[in-house]
């Protein structure tokens, strides 16, 4: 005979409680070891008892259920923790995922939904209602666009030096620690201004920070301002 599986109930409605409550006793392979009413309490509960599966609300007083969650999980990666909220909105749902949850039902999901999920969390499965479920397949069919990334007619290599430009490296310190030859460099930067049309490395420079490559702090960026303007003649190509 295989051991039952040992929930904790979190959630601080005592209707809903005692809903899951009779849910459990209901199903023979599983146990109720222990009902919180809180985050705090959850997280203290499941350091004491240890379930396998833990039923999380996100809204209670005090510590909320994400935090618990990520607190629970922190201590003992072994539990599962499934989170059973009325909020379906994506926020909540991301965030519950990166606190570490293994499952997303919402608080109107069946009883087969609900058994079916507690089973697959205690198998170590990951398991989202039909509605959760629906979202993320929606989400990951249409993600949001990539963002283009700046000066895309660079070649990855090209785009590395202007950066590297920007924070006021000189031809041979690029050369020293790309491990590549001066000539090569110079070829670089030279493919740069010409590909970009830059009159020379100060816009380059100028350029490049506008773009967001080469942050620095502002002390460096006094010196780089310096030292790439000044190597400008002698430095392009």
């Known amino acids: 005979m295989t051991e039952s599986i040992r929930v904790l109930i979190a959630d601080d409605h005592p209707f809903f409680r005692d809903g899951l409550r009779m849910l459990l006793h209901e199903a023979a392979d599983m146990e109720l070891v222990g009902q919180a009413e809180d985050g705090d309490e959850a997280v203290a509960m499941a350091a004491t008892l240890q379930p396998d599966v833990v039923l999380m609300d996100i809204q209670m007083p005090g510590l909320n259920g994400i935090d618990a969650t990520r607190r629970i999980l922190n201590a003992s990666p072994h539990i599962s923790v499934i989170v059973v909220t009325m909020y379906e909105d994506d926020h909540f749902l991301f965030t519950a995922m990166r606190a570490g949850a293994r499952g997303y039902l919402l608080k109107g999901a069946d009883r087969e939904d609900m058994l079916r999920a507690i089973r697959a969390a205690a198998a170590g499965d990951a398991i989202f209602g039909p509605a959760i479920a629906k979202r993320l397949i929606g989400f990951f069919a249409n993600p949001a666009p990539l963002p283009r990334p700046a000066f895309p007619e660079l070649t990855e290599r090209e785009r590395e030096i202007l950066g590297m430009l920007a ?53 460096s960026s006094s010196a780089g301002d310096v030292r790439g303007t000044s190597g400008a003649g002698n430095d392009t190509t």
Do not use: C, W, Y
């Open 167 to 219: 924070r006021g490296h000189s031809n041979p310190e690029i050369a020293d620690r790309l491990f590549l030859s001066p000539k090569t460099v110079r070829n670089h930067v030279s493919n740069i201004m010409s590909k970009l049309e830059f009159t020379g490395r100060a816009e380059a420079i100028v350029r490049a920070r506008e773009a967001g490559l080469g942050q620095v702090d502002s002390a």
